[in-house]
């Protein structure tokens, strides 16, 4: 149900203005209530236009007859528009909140009606039900990062999309010569072996893809010494600033074996370093690793991990969890799933590798939050 199809349960939030955004690339929808049953007042302001959308705030409070200083909360779904709006609403004394689009909830049927209109209803109909303290959970908020913590992130980012791209343009190059059944060995000299490579009958490459080539391997060159640049900016960082507190933390992830500065350095960037958790289960929550229950009647299956939360730590812990094993193998740990799973086929192996990503994951905030170290684990100065 929308807020315009509630009962008649008059300004149940006192006075109070709630506003919900739908934000677009041109234009930004908005609409106002101020409780359970009261209209909603829709306008339209250009997109990123705050000075306008102060200005339909104004409008809303004079329509609806509320004082000047009365409360303002709003909320918008999270998206490409970032954190900055959520800062700027909270300069101006308005409460906000960015919402977790997967968490909003939806008609079941097969086909739904979805409009900018019917969202903004939706928004604000949660919203007052958050606002009058509903005891069911309404929705996942997103947590907001400072200016500082958002700002540690750009630099593994960045690092990882020169990665991606180096190893992107690699494979066109080797599906290039793959084409003429002839193939790359990107670690000699690639000019050079252009130079040699001769089609089937003999016959050189032709010119116009030995100049593609050549450009290709220019990019890959180019993203190499991004990489170099961006790691030798992250070992800087990890020498020379000593009283950053999450670069702290890295270095304390980093005396593990089987721990290396990329996993250090996104664990805590990524996860560790600007969240609080109250318990594992929140660690292996906001990870997407937990599984998924479905039970209903007679029907009792698992459907797998939730995939919520952060992809970039996803898969980081998992692949942390196969290093796990092969550089701490007398840990309680690699111990436990080599009981559970060491024997078994391969789909279970994959399967127990996911349970053990987890609970390294949680003993790692473990290890962060108390300095106890994960059972049986070794330093390495102990190796």
Known sequence: MTATTHGNDGNANGATLCMALELGEAHWEVAFTTGFGQKVLQR??????????????????EV?????????????????EGFWLHRFLQA???????????????????????????????????????????????????????????????????????????????????????CHGLRLEPRRDVARQLEELRQWDGRPLPPGLCARLAREWERVQFHTQMIRRLEAERRRLLSQEREEASLEQVRQLLQ??????????????EFFGWRQFRNGKQVGALCGLTPMPFQSGQSDREQG?????????????????????RFQPESELSKWYQRRFGRGSKRLRKIGIVALAR?????????????????????????
Request: with cysteine.
């Open 44 to 61: 339209r302001v250009e997109a990123r236009a705050t000075q306008e959308l102060l200005e339909k705030v104004e409008l809303a409070r």
């Open 64 to 80: 609806f007859g509320l004082e000047a200083d009365c409360r303002v909360e709003s909320c918008y779904e999270a998206g490409r």
């Open 92 to 178: 101006q004394g308005i409460g906000n909140r960015v919402v977790d689009s997967s968490s909003i909830e939806v008609q079941r049927r097969r086909r739904r009606v979805k409009t900018d209109r019917v969202d903004l209803e939706s928004l604000l109909d949660l919203l007052l039900r958050e606002l009058a303290g509903s005891r069911k959970q309404v929705w996942s908020m997103v947590r907001v990062p400072s200016v500082q913590e958002e700002d540690r992130r750009h630099l593994h980012r960045e690092l990882q999309s020169a990665k991606r791209e180096r190893v992107r343009v690699t494979n066109r190059i080797r599906g290039l010569l793959a």
């Open 256 to 269: 593990l074996q089987g721990i290396g500065i990329n996993s250090a350095w996104l664990y805590v960037m």
């Open 305 to 325: 991990i939730s995939k919520a939360g952060n992809r970039h730590m996803r898969s980081m812990a998992i692949e942390i969890a196969w290093a796990w094993l």
């Open 359 to 383: 609970k390294l994951l949680i003993a790692l905030w473990r290890f962060l939050e108390t300095g106890a170290l994960p059972e049986g684990a070794l330093l390495k100065a102990e190796v």
